[in-house]
């Protein structure tokens, strides 16, 4: 069994930063991809960023430039970190990644979220 938990989230002013992490634990060979999604109030979960094994980025239109995603393969960790916040990315940000556990099965997680509050 593997466990994605995230910390970092809370109010922030507009304009402000925040970085969230991710760690990763449990019967982990190997994480793949790794990923941020976040789910505003009465929307879709939408993809954030995402970091693959070897590095590779990708992030949402509405966030290049803002946001960075980094991670440290040795330590099954991942972060984001998100400057010039605005109201609108106002949501709960869930970790999400595709796991090669020890008995090399590739099994897709999600963490339980932390809530980002943008506002003055």
């Known amino acids: 069994q593997v466990q994605l938990v995230e910390s970092g989230g809370g109010l922030v002013q507009p304009g402000g930063s925040l970085r969230l992490s991710c760690t990763a634990s449990g019967s982990i060979f190997r994480i793949n991809t790794m990923a941020w999604y976040r789910q505003a109030p009465g929307k879709e979960r939408e993809l954030v960023a995402a970091?693959?094994?070897?590095?590779?980025?990708n992030y949402a239109d509405s966030v290049k430039g803002r946001f960075t995603i980094s991670r440290d393969n040795a330590k099954n960790t991942g972060n984001l970190q998100m400057n010039s916040l605005k109201p609108e990315d106002t949501a709960v940000y869930y970790c999400?990644?595709?796991?090669?556990?020890?008995?090399?099965?590739?099994?897709?997680?999600w963490g339980k979220g932390t809530l980002v509050t943008v506002s003055s």
């Open positions: 970091v693959t094994l070897g590095g590779s980025t």
């Open positions: 999400n990644a595709d796991v090669m556990t020890i008995q090399f099965s590739v099994i897709n997680y």
